[in-house]
């Protein structure tokens, strides 16, 4: 059985940091391409940042500078470190799985984030 957990969601203040973990089991972990989703309310679910086998990573513009993913194929996890983050960054944070052969794909169960002062 596949599972993505992710971790370390919650209230921080603007400026501030947060670290989100992914923890992935039943998935060969080096055989995927593992990625930060994020979804507001009332908006449309896009990409944060993911992170390639060979740890190529990419980012979206609203993120570059700021986001730093990070992945650990040893404990099958990926990390997403948020720095100097605003209001609108505030979201539900997802993990993403996706096979290198665009097979399959698995989601997390979702972490919330709010920027709030």
């Known amino acids: 059985q596949v599972q993505l957990v992710e971790s370390g969601g919650g209230l921080v203040q603007p400026g501030g940091s947060l670290r989100l973990s992914c923890a992935a089991s039943g998935i060969t972990f080096s055989a995927y391409t593992m990625g930060w989703y994020r979804q507001a309310p009332g908006k449309q679910r896009e990409l944060v940042a993911r992170?390639?086998?060979?740890?190529?990573?990419d980012y979206a513009d609203f993120v570059k500078g700021r986001f730093t993913i990070s992945r650990d194929n040893a404990k099958n996890t990926v990390s997403l470190q948020m720095n100097s983050l605003k209001p609108e960054d505030t979201a539900v944070y997802y993990c993403r799985a996706d096979h290198i052969l665009r097979v399959r794909g698995y989601w997390g169960q979702g972490t919330q984030v709010t920027v709030s002062s």
């Open positions: 992170i390639f086998n060979g740890d190529r990573s």
